[in-house]
């Protein structure tokens, strides 16, 4: 087995409150994000994914590490960050929002969570560490945790809880497009417990230690920043009209730029793709350009195979004249060109009706 200080990058980077549970429990290489280990290997890959949407998994996703606001203009400082419109929002709620720079372009898109009337939370406080636990058991194992009431949770909520004594937050989000809940640990020193304490309730059910899958990511249409979308992306190329609200009397960073974007039109657009060539052997790790007619219209900016679907599927960015649904396009791939054909996304289960359960 491997040991804890096996995994070496040095010690600029941090260990998570988790980190020592997830190498005993089989993690077997990492990643580095925000300066923080995280899980990335737990064995075959599509293992891990019909793990999640046959039972459960745990992961630790302790690098979600951003800022805590609170006071009297709080909810006033948080609107200027987005275009969504927050003016509804309930304490207990959670949103996802999209936060814009000035020129309308696209710097993150976490989840906001309000815990009393003059306190948010963009992904975490400081010393608060996140897991997710995410696919069809989650909810019984839940139930295994916290009692029946945990049930009552609705999508998009939060509660402030206590388990075994470690104070918790849970949340009923997560990044898997199924049914799931997110633990916010808010005492760092628990963490291995935690994770033990969580394991062990979910054994029964089929729970399995595990990371975020990229198959089951671009199956459900959700985009990873820094690939499918950048500072240089807006929310019309995304169709995410919903969560622009130019009519709002509240400012936000970007409302200016948004509104003249509209007003002009835009002339890329996010699609889907299914790419008709041999299975993909693991996520791409270039852009792959998108030609038509010998002419680079896009780019492909997530690409996998879904043995579930049994298709390679992909999100891909292109200019708006060569969106048309059944339509084909060529992708320069790693191993030469590939005929592929758009389509629509989110490729399963299109209505979120899995995690909204």
Not at 133 to 155: E, H, N, R, V, W
């Amino acid at each position: 087995m491997a040991q804890p200080d096996d995994f070496g990058f040095g010690t600029q980077i941090r260990k998570s409150p988790y980190f020592d549970a997830t190498v005993r429990w089989g993690a077997t290489g990492f990643s580095v994000y925000n300066h923080m280990y995280i899980p990335r290997d737990f064995g075959d890959p599509e293992q891990n994914f019909w793990n999640l949407v046959n039972n459960a998994i745990l992961c630790d996703v302790a690098v979600e590490r951003q800022v805590e606001i609170t006071g009297p203009d709080a909810a006033k400082f948080v609107q200027m960050l987005t275009p969504r419109n927050l003016s509804k929002m309930e304490v207990g709620q959670c949103k996802y929002i999209l936060i814009t720079n000035a020129q309308g372009g696209i710097l993150n898109d976490p989840i906001l969570l309000r815990l009393a009337e003059n306190h948010f939370w963009i992904f975490t406080e400081p010393d608060v560490s996140p897991l997710q636990l995410q696919g069809p058991q989650s909810g019984k194992i839940m139930q295994a945790l916290f009692g029946d009431d945990i049930l009552t949770l609705k999508y998009y909520w939060l509660r402030e809880l206590e388990l075994d004594g470690i104070p918790v937050l849970v949340s009923r989000t997560g990044w898997s497009s199924e049914l799931g809940y997110e633990i916010y640990l808010r005492d760092g020193s628990r963490g291995d417990a935690l994770w033990e304490r969580i394991m062990a309730a979910g054994l029964e059910f089929g729970l399995k230690p595990g990371h975020t899958s990229s198959i089951r990511r671009i199956e459900g249409g959700m985009l990873s920043y820094h690939a499918d979308a950048d500072i240089n992306t807006n929310p019309f190329e995304l169709g995410f009209d919903r969560l622009v609200d130019l009519e709002m009397d509240a400012d936000f960073i970007g409302k200016a730029a948004l509104k003249d974007i509209k007003a002009k039109g835009i002339t890329r657009t996010q699609i889907g793709l299914v790419l008709e060539c041999a299975p993909l052997v693991g996520p791409n790790t270039r852009f792959w350009d998108i030609h038509k007619d010998d002419v680079v219209v896009g780019r492909l900016t997530s690409a996998v195979y879904s043995p579930r679907l049994k298709q390679n599927i992909a999100l891909a960015m292109v200019n708006i004249n060569h969106a048309v649904l059944g339509s084909s396009v060529s992708v320069m791939t790693h191993s030469g060109p590939c005929e592929a054909i758009v389509v629509e996304r989110p490729f399963f289960d299109p209505k979120k009706s899995i995690a909204a359960a």
